[in-house]
């Protein structure tokens, strides 16, 4: 900072002037000295936390830390709540709300006085709904993400946050589980503080965080409990007061070159195809080009390095152990652009230029990987005209192509309805075709895209079939699932088409997906396709009908792509 006058929170606290008067006099009844008006940076910590978002439960600890970090280093910190989405909680689906708690942190970083911000994450959304919004207003920024739970072991065997619930249900059928196992099991999977400790969407996203350079280098993988963990937040928040000073701005760090290293990471650790979605919507707010395609011309090539679930055994405390992110970052070498600037104002090559592997079965190197082209895949063709996406890693291999006959499901419902009846036509060679699931029509895109299999292919052993939908998947399932289908089937696009018995034709290594009918019977089914009626007619939910883009664009809202600065032309009065 060369010129104290040029603090923003100077505009409010810096004058002797009545209003400055009223700025600083209310502040005051929480017992502020008057020195903390007269020229310290003003830090925002945005907090996450909620007892109804358990993964972030333990974030008004760590907001405590971050505020001993911010006045050390000269600044006044002030804390303040945002809307927070609790994955496992909220109905129909936090994506639902991404965009509202997005517009909630915009608003409150650009209306009140502050000079840097400290965003507190954790659970799926809250990572990218507070970026979103930080974006918009582009102030110094710093992440501090909550990290992963302690591994879950249960009855000696390590079990990982989501990936086993995709379990339940062939445990149940098939393994004659009681509810006594299940209850056990459930305490035993989330045994502390911190987010799914598998290499899901949260986890992909505090790496995409740090891969995008917004955390100091080394956070993303350390457990929440851990004291180091700890000792990072205190470290952010020293460091967010420099960057205040340094004017070092999330548009300075939120290159296009910040945002192609975020694909390469996430394709190297196996990352959640949620991914895609988030950082299509962050790079619209900060004014960077991103489309889907990048998504496969930069990723689907590099190999999987790390061997965590869904995609591997391990969890997100072994990768910690075995030298976390860094190491990923070592062995991507030129992969990665390197001379990028990050939030400690060094460079990536200068932040991992030194990293040792300490458990090579959890990090593979790059020679001798895991996985070769295990980044996502994007696919074109007649059933997604703009697009769906397929995570290799987490498919099987011998369904990467499959023609076979579509069963399918008008809705969620009508999946629940059938999907366990004895007399359903279905077998291995099927494809599970589910509509209606996608931005408009849930409304929201929940991770649904995983279906469970029939009751009764799972009593024959079958472990996976092709699933195709216009929504969402967890970070922590896999099969061979196509997701974001786009357009989805409620505006009309070719997935409402598609009728039981048609063929459908997957070809992950050609990038296609095809409905296998002439032309003029496509014609003839869009000619007679009907649009169905809208979900809500008032309130939030309808404004989110209006405006939410398609999932290739992001599905942020039309109206909150790009940024409006940090400027608020009028006062208070
Ligand atoms: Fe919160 Fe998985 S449910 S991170």
Known sequence: MKDKQKLRSQEWFGGLTKMGF??????????????????????????????????????????????????????????????????????????????????????????????????????????????????????????????????????????????????????????????????????????????????????????????????????????????????????????IVDMVRENLTLSKILTRGAFENSIVVNAAVGG?????????????????????????????????????????????????????????????????????????????????????????DVIYPIEKPLQENAGIAVLKGNLCENGAVIKPSAATPKLMKHSGKAVVFENIEDYHARIDDPDLEIDENSVIVLKGVGPKGYPGMPEVGNVDLPEKLIMKGVKDVVRISDGRMSGTAYGTVVLHVSPESTIGGTLALVQNGDIIELNVANRSLNLKISDDELQRRKAAWVAPEPLATRGYVSFYLQHVLQADKGADLDILVGKSSSEVKRDLH
């Open 22 to 239: 009223v700025h600083r006099s209310w502040m005051r009844n929480q017992g502020y000295p008057d020195d903390y008006f007269r020229g310290r940076p003003v830090i925002g910590i945005c907090n996450t936390w909620s007892e109804l978002t358990p993964c972030n439960g333990h974030l008004r600890e760590f907001a405590a830390i971050v505020k001993r970090g911010i006045a050390e280093a000269g600044g006044f910190p002030l804390e303040f709540p945002v809307m927070s989405l609790g994955e496992t909680i909220m109905r129909p689906t936090t994506m639902l709300y991404r965009d509202l708690a997005s517009m909630d942190v915009e608003e409150s970083i650009r209306a009140n006085p502050l000079d840097g911000v400290v965003l507190l994450t954790g659970c799926d959304k809250t990572t990218p709904s507070t970026l979103m919004g930080a974006c918009s207003v582009d102030l110094p920024t710093i992440i501090v993400p909550g990290g992963p739970m302690l591994n879950g072991y249960f009855r000696g065997q390590r079990i990982g946050s989501g990936s086993f619930n995709w379990m339940i249900k062939e445990k149940t059928k098939k393994e004659d589980w009681t509810p006594d196992d299940m209850l056990e099991a459930e305490i035993c999977v989330s045994r502390s503080a911190g987010h799914c400790n598998t290499m899901g969407t949260a986890s992909s996203l505090a790496i995409m965080a740090e891969a995008l350079g917004l955390t100091l280098p080394g956070m993303a993988a350390i457990p929440a409990v851990d004291a180091r963990k700890k000792v990072m937040a205190h470290l952010s928040g020293r460091r």
């Open 272 to 360: 959640s195809t949620n991914l895609i979605i988030h950082l299509i919507a962050i790079a619209g707010r900060i004014g960077v080009k991103l489309e889907l395609e990048d998504f496969d011309r930069l990723g689907s090539h590099i190999p999987l390095l790390v061997n965590l679930m869904p995609s591997g055994k391990y969890l997100m405390e072994d990768f910690f152990y075995a030298g976390g992110l860094s190491v990923v970052m070592k062995e991507l070498g030129n992969r990665l652009h390197r001379n990028v600037i990050t939030a400690n104002g060094k460079t990536f090559d200068e932040n991992y230029a030194d990293a040792p592997c300490y458990n090579r």
